[in-house]
């Protein structure tokens, strides 16, 4: 039987107020939302798309997509 080496990619989708809109340093982080974690950049797209636009009258709301997977195997 062989064995495959298929990597996992993970993307974490989350977003809260900002200190500064030209900046990615959160004001709360305890407060954070996160949306979800997705298997796929499609999926996670779609999510932070729907964040972002939900808020996109508020300036200092901001929605990120972070690859989870490069975090957690940065070799790789």
Sequence with gaps: ME????KQTLYLVMGGRVSDPRKLIFADPESLHVAGVYSDYD???DAWRGNAQRTVDDAEMKYVIVP???LLDPEG
């Design 68 to 70: 989870l997977h490069k």
């Design 43 to 45: 999926a996670a797209e």
């Design 3 to 6: 064995e495959t080496n298929a």
